[in-house]
């Protein structure tokens, strides 16, 4: 079992739209705001999805190179890109992600139905997408939405080899509607099905909706690491919105305090992570 716990903010999304959500971080000035306050709380990486003009999810090159170049130079964060983008995103810009060079991006192992929309994440996608990061030492997190994402993985890393780094890192993603449940049981079959992955392969967890607590409380105990923030989650309590990302660190921060899992630094973090 892992001693600290790796803390990932996920701050923005693609889903949420700012007139619903005021205060999701949309510009690049809310984003590099909330992704210091974050570090100093006890993040360790920021998963990123970016905003236009208009506020609308977009996957455009240039503020994909601005926004990791900002993250770098005011923070010491894991900058970690979104290739998911959202729902709507052709695979060209998806895989285009990586041009911008982050320490990390996401892989998602494989389609669901995401609410009423599909997330398509082909087989021939992913494998471009690891080999593509393979190469350009970009280290992957594999988004794990169904237990059968894993079972992909296990076909992917012994197709084409570990990556970058060789340390496999996947973050369950639970509670979408067309994925698994956030539940404790969801967890612990999640967390067995890892025995078929690479030796020494870590995990986050991270909840959607009001499944947040219980993913959080489950994967701390499970030994896993946690995401939170607005991506997931902008309801704090029954009728409280989220007032901030950092209101949702900082609770994460105290419940892996309490599990005697402090928050690993950000250097602590690219050890675990092999970057
Ligand atoms: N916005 C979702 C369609 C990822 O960032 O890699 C996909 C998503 C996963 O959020
Ligand atoms: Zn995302």
Not at 44 to 72: K, N, Y
Not at 134 to 150: A, K, M, S, W
Not at 165 to 187: E, K, R, S, Y
Request: hydrophobic content about 40%; some cysteine; proline content about 5%.
């Amino acid at each position: 079992m892992s001693t600290g716990t790796l803390i990932t903010v996920a701050p923005t999304g693609a889903e949420s739209a700012k007139a619903e959500v005021p205060a999701l971080p949309v510009t690049l000035d809310e984003l590099l705001l909330t992704a210091k306050e974050c570090e100093a709380l006890g993040a360790a990486v920021i998963h990123v999805h970016i905003r236009d003009d208009e506020a609308r999810p977009t996957l455009d090159q240039g503020r994909l190179r601005d926004t990791v170049a900002a993250l770098r130079e005011s923070t010491d964060l894991i900058v970690q890109l979104s290739s998911g983008g959202a729902v709507t995103d052709p695979e060209s810009a998806r895989l285009a992600v990586l041009d911008a060079g982050p320490d990390m991006a996401s892989c998602t192992m494989g389609t669901l139905n995401f609410g009423d929309d599909v997330f398509l994440n082909r087989w021939e996608f992913i494998v471009d997408l690891h080999t593509r990061m393979q190469e350009r030492g970009i280290v992957p997190e594999y988004e794990i939405f169904d237990l059968g994402h894993l079972t992909a993985l296990q076909r992917l890393l012994g197709k084409y080899g570990l990556p970058h780094g060789g340390h496999v890192h996947v973050d369950f993603v639970m509670g979408v509607p067309g994925g698994m449940p956030g539940t404790t049981q969801a967890l612990v079959a999640a967390h067995q099905a890892l025995r078929d992955l690479p030796e020494g392969t870590t995990f986050s967890a991270t909840g959607i909706g009001r499944s947040t607590i219980p993913v959080l409380l489950a994967s701390l105990s499970a030994g896993g690491h946690l995401r939170v923030g607005m991506e997931d989650t902008v309801t704090y309590a029954k009728g409280q919105p989220v007032e901030s990302n950092m209101q949702l660190v900082a609770r994460a921060v105290g419940f892996a305090q309490l599990a005697q899992r402090p928050p690993l630094t950000t250097a602590e973090a690219r050890t675990l992570l092999g970057l």
